[in-house]
């Protein structure tokens, strides 16, 4: 398997940089990724290891897109489990710590994504972390949305409009450090089909599927509106392109793993597909 996996890798990345690059592309001189495990991709081959805890992929989305792009230097410096205070901080991984993410940029640093937001105030660990062993409770209904509400407010929506102000904050840090780079926002993909459920690969009741929807509509709805904010950077929206790629798709189309660890995805965490499909997004909007 780990073989196969590995032949696969190398012939996608192939695929993709061939198919992407099939037309002149913008040429950039040094680019830096920014984010959290949606942009580093646990567990998907090849994982590199600086450090280990980080659990950032060779695979993942700005390892394909600067292959596509061609760019003279490449710095990733994603980890898994980053949130916005990870950026100017070090973050403290296995066999780590992880450097202050925005240390990487240079003054000639001209492209920058940055992927940071959902573990801002534990938001998409608290959801992965309940929902699911409350779905017995109510499995028609909606026990986790519920659980969640107090006094008529939603507490994980009502954390959202601050992580916009510090994915705000995070962009003006990336402007003063790299004033000459073109800088992306990217958006998180969808997990939960709009209509439909799966149990068995995403057991959230079937009532809290349209609430985790929501939950992502409005986390992605405050990154756009941080970029606005910032008037100088630009958002890539991922979550409508994955529509029909959410955890209940097949496998092969799906663009996110469901709750069984693979040796391949981390659960709840996007799959190579998923990394091929948000690079090729993102190559398409820097080419708009």
């Not at 998907?44 to 061609?70: E, H, K, M």
């Not at 659980?147 to 929506?157: E, Q």
């Not at 040796?263 to 398409?284: E, I, K, R, S």
Request: net charge negative; with cysteine.
């Amino acid at each position: 398997m780990r073989r196969s996996m590995l032949v696969l890798l190398v012939a996608a990345c192939t695929l993709l940089a061939s198919t992407l690059t099939a037309s002149a592309a913008p040429r950039y001189r040094h680019y830096v990724a920014l984010g959290d495990s949606y942009t580093a991709g646990p567990l998907i081959p090849l994982q590199r290891l600086d450090p280990v805890g980080c659990f950032r992929s060779t695979g993942n989305y700005p390892s394909l897109l600067a292959i596509a792009l061609r760019v003279g230097s490449f710095t990733d410096v994603s980890c898994s489990g980053a949130d916005t205070r990870d950026m100017a901080a070090p973050q403290d991984v296995l066999l780590g710590p992880n450097p202050p993410q925005l240390d990487a940029l240079r003054p000639d640093t001209d492209l920058v994504t940055l992927g940071i937001g959902g573990n801002d105030y534990s938001v998409f660990g608290t959801i992965i972390g309940t929902c699911p062993g409350l779905r017995a409770s109510d499995p028609t209904g909606n026990p986790c949305e519920r659980h969640f509400t107090v006094n008529g407010v939603d507490t994980i929506k009502a954390r959202l409009p601050q992580t916009q102000a510090n994915v705000t904050a995070v962009l003006g840090e990336i402007h003063d450090r790299a004033p000459n780079a073109e800088v992306l926002a990217i958006g998180y993909p969808r997990i939960a089909p709009p209509t439909g459920t799966c149990p068995d690969v995403l057991p959230f009741a079937d009532g809290d599927y349209p609430w985790l929807n929501s939950v992502e509509e409005e986390l992605n709805a405050a990154l756009a509106k941080a970029v606005a904010d910032d008037g100088d950077a630009s958002y890539v929206d991922t979550f409508t392109p994955s529509l029909g790629h959410d955890a209940c798709a097949p496998p092969g189309q799906a663009w996110i793993n469901g709750k069984d660890l693979k040796p391949w995805a981390a659960n709840y965490h996007p799959f190579f597909v998923g990394m091929q499909g948000v690079a090729t997004v993102t190559y398409a909007h820097l080419r708009d």
